[in-house]
């Protein structure tokens, strides 16, 4: 005896429930994009993952929620610019599924909360105080702002500040395009483009 599908069962979606979703957009594919963590590449990550177009190191493939299995696009290529530091910013949570802060941090600096494809802010977080040398707090006029994932909410990935406009994302608390083996590298030549 097997069983059988009833077409009329209220909990499968019919066929017309999944073509009105495609139509909307709001299908998600039930497999998330292929990546990698900053860590699972290694020694050559920066270099497998950052495009250098006119001076600036910029991130040369897609950055995605850190959660396996989220999926969520956080910025296209060639959004964030590569900032190196020595200053750990974000906070530390054991149970957090991020790997330890290193040493010698690098992160995203994104010009604009436009700039994103999806994220999240927290409100502004007035008990948290970050390193005076943290990139931003130089301009820095209101109080943190951490990001977080737009879709499961996993953070903080980063920070903004209260009244500013640029953001600061942790190279290990996202995950990137997995690179194709043999197949086009990641880093790629820029066309120098002038910016305005
Ligand atoms: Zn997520």
Redesign the pocket.
């Known amino acids: 005896m097997s069983a059988q599908l009833n077409p009329s069962d209220p909990t499968q979606p019919s066929q017309a429930d999944i073509l009105a979703a495609l139509a909307s957009g709001s299908f998600r594919p039930k497999q998330p994009p292929q990546t990698v963590t900053y860590s699972e590449l290694g020694p050559e990550a920066s270099s497998s993952l950052v495009s250098s177009s006119s001076g600036s190191k910029r991130n040369a493939g897609r950055v995605y929620?850190?959660?396996q299995g989220?999926?969520?696009l956080i910025i296209l290529p060639e959004t964030g610019e590569l900032v190196e530091t020595d200053v750990p910013v974000l906070p530390e949570d054991p149970a957090s599924p991020f790997p330890p802060t290193p040493a010698t941090p690098s992160y995203w600096r994104v010009p604009t909360p436009f700039s994103f494809e999806n994220i999240g802010y927290s409100r502004p977080d007035a008990t948290t105080s970050i390193p005076p040398s943290s990139p931003g707090m130089d301009t820095a006029k209101g109080k943190v702002k951490w990001l977080i994932?737009?879709?499961?909410?996993?953070g903080p990935v980063g920070w903004s500040f209260e009244g500013g406009k640029e953001s600061w994302v942790a190279v290990e608390r996202v995950r990137y395009a997995k690179p194709v083996e043999g197949g086009e590298a990641l880093v790629k030549e820029v066309q120098e483009t002038q910016e305005v």
């Open positions: 929620c850190f959660r989220c999926g969520s994932c737009a879709e499961c909410d996993l």
